[in-house]
């Protein structure tokens, strides 16, 4: 007689999941509530499925007609767990979605973030007299940080709200300082010595370089100005021959692209979205130009003390950091407008630096 030893297998808890093909995917994608919703009010609507890397598939959902509208995305992953649905501006705005640091990296960290909102608030606030109108204008801008965590969340509802009360806030502020009759403004008052802002101000320069160099990245703008430089540089058609992964970033006028031609020519582009580093230097330099602009303005206008205050201003608001660490060319238009403000006594260089500020942002 022979015994035959045979392992012994645990029960299994249920059938083994099918493999995720198309149409599980699909079917995965239409039980969640977004695509439900959707169907409700679209009910011929149609699926679209896509496979992409790592056995991850993309589910559309596209309404009826000859002018189809994508008005669903989903996601599911190799496991067929649905990772990610999404309906209306963001399905075809990927920045929306509140991707980790889609926008400037590790700016968004909280102990950076709220550092450099200490910073940009303590020298100037007066906790002998809470009151001032100086310190409801601080409070504004900070206040789009509360903004900028629910866009980071995906929250657009909560986001943009929050940001057009602020933006309301600082337009009558603007409005109401502009216009009044009054004489000298009042005096600086700060609460420490501009000495300590000046060497926190070099400070701050040096990790705001730093901090572009080891780990910004650079979003669609930036991308943009690389690629129109790459086509002036080569003498190629500017308007209308832009790569599909940035098809609308010809959108900004001539004179944007043609700043970025000397960077463009130090650190050529290499025809993909990659480090850019191009892109990198000019949100850099203009960064770091509006910086000394604003130390000029203040000098002239009235001393070196004001100077320092603006420049430390600019360097100490989280947002000017944002906007370089993301590789914009948000910075451009500012240089050009400063520029125009410390040569406000010329007419003429005031006018073309003004137009100049126009010119980088509206495409012919």
Same mark, same amino acid.
């Given at each position: 007689?022979?015994?035959?030893?045979?392992?012994?297998?645990?029960?299994?808890?249920?059938?083994?999941?099918?493999?995720?093909?198309?149409?599980?995917?699909? /079917?995965?994608?239409?039980?969640?509530?977004?695509?439900?919703?959707?169907?409700?009010?679209?009910?011929?609507?149609?699926?679209?499925?896509?496979?992409?890397?790592?056995?991850?598939?993309?589910?559309?959902?596209?309404?009826?007609?000859?002018?189809?509208?994508?008005?669903?995305?989903?996601?599911?992953?190799?496991?067929?767990?649905?990772?990610?649905?999404?309906?209306?501006?963001?399905? /075809?705005?990927?920045?929306?979605?509140?991707?980790?640091?889609?926008?400037?990296?590790?700016? $968004?960290?909280?102990?950076?973030?709220?550092?450099? &909102? !200490?910073?940009?608030?303590?020298?100037?606030?007066?906790?002998? $007299?809470?009151?001032?109108?100086?310190?409801?204008?601080?409070?504004?801008?900070?206040?789009?940080?509360?903004?900028?965590?629910?866009?980071?969340?995906?929250?657009?509802?909560?986001?943009?709200?929050?940001?057009?009360?602020?933006?309301?806030?600082?337009?009558?502020?603007?409005?109401? !300082?502009?216009?009044?009759?009054?004489?000298?403004?009042?005096?600086?008052?700060?609460? !420490?010595?501009?000495?300590?802002?000046?060497?926190?101000?070099?400070?701050?320069?040096?990790?705001?370089?730093?901090?572009?160099? =080891?780990?910004?990245?650079?979003?669609?703008?930036?991308? /943009?100005?690389?690629?129109? /430089?790459?086509?002036?540089?080569?003498?190629?058609?500017?308007?209308?021959?832009?790569?599909?992964?940035?098809?609308?970033?010809?959108?900004?006028?001539?004179?944007?692209? =043609?700043?970025?031609?000397?960077?463009?020519?130090?650190?050529?582009?290499?025809?993909?979205?990659?480090?850019?580093?191009?892109?990198?230097?000019?949100?850099?330099?203009?960064?770091?130009? &509006?910086?000394?602009?604003?130390?000029?303005?203040?000098?002239?206008?009235?001393?070196?003390?004001?100077?320092?205050?603006?420049?430390?201003?600019?360097?100490?608001?989280?947002?000017?950091?944002?906007?370089?660490?993301?590789?914009?060319?948000?910075?451009?238009?500012?240089?050009?407008?400063?520029?125009?403000?410390?040569?406000?006594?010329?007419?003429?260089?005031?006018?073309?630096?003004?137009?100049?500020?126009?010119?980088?942002?509206?495409?012919?």
């Amino acid at each position: 007689m022979v015994a035959l030893a045979l392992p012994a297998f645990a029960p299994a808890d249920g059938p083994p999941a099918a493999p995720l093909n198309r149409a599980r995917a699909e /079917a995965l994608a239409s039980k969640t509530e977004v695509f439900k919703e959707q169907r409700r009010e679209h009910p011929r609507a149609s699926l679209s499925a896509t496979k992409k890397a790592g056995g991850v598939w993309e589910i559309s959902l596209f309404s009826y007609g000859s002018q189809q509208k994508q008005l669903a995305l989903a996601k599911v992953n190799s496991a067929g767990k649905v990772t990610e649905v999404w309906s209306g501006f963001q399905v /075809a705005w990927t920045m929306a979605r509140g991707y980790p640091g889609a926008f400037g990296r590790s700016i $968004n960290s909280p102990w950076i973030w709220v550092g450099l &909102c !200490v910073l940009f608030l303590l020298p100037f606030f007066d906790w002998r $007299n809470p009151f001032r109108w100086l310190h409801f204008d601080l409070l504004a801008l900070v206040g789009f940080s509360a903004s900028l965590a629910f866009f980071n969340a995906a929250n657009l509802g909560i986001s943009v709200p929050i940001s057009s009360a602020l933006l309301a806030w600082l337009v009558g502020r603007l409005l109401f !300082v502009g216009l009044r009759k009054s004489s000298r403004p009042p005096p600086l008052r700060l609460m !420490v010595p501009a000495r300590w802002l000046l060497v926190i101000g070099l400070f701050l320069v040096g990790f705001r370089v730093g901090l572009n160099i =080891l780990d910004g990245n650079v979003i669609d703008v930036g991308y /943009a100005g690389v690629i129109g /430089a790459d086509k002036l540089s080569h003498g190629r058609q500017l308007y209308g021959a832009f790569p599909f992964d940035n098809g609308s970033g010809d959108t900004y006028g001539p004179l944007l692209y =043609l700043l970025y031609v000397p960077f463009e020519w130090i650190w050529p582009w290499h025809g993909t979205w990659d480090d850019l580093p191009a892109a990198h230097a000019v949100a850099g330099v203009f960064d770091l130009l &509006c910086a000394g602009l604003l130390f000029m303005i203040g000098r002239k206008l009235r001393d070196v003390t004001v100077g320092i205050v603006l420049a430390y201003s600019w360097l100490a608001f989280p947002f000017s950091i944002y906007t370089t660490n993301s590789g914009s060319n948000d910075a451009i238009p500012a240089a050009f407008i400063l520029a125009a403000i410390w040569l406000h006594r010329q007419p003429l260089a005031r006018g073309a630096l003004s137009a100049a500020a126009g010119l980088t942002k509206f495409a012919p």
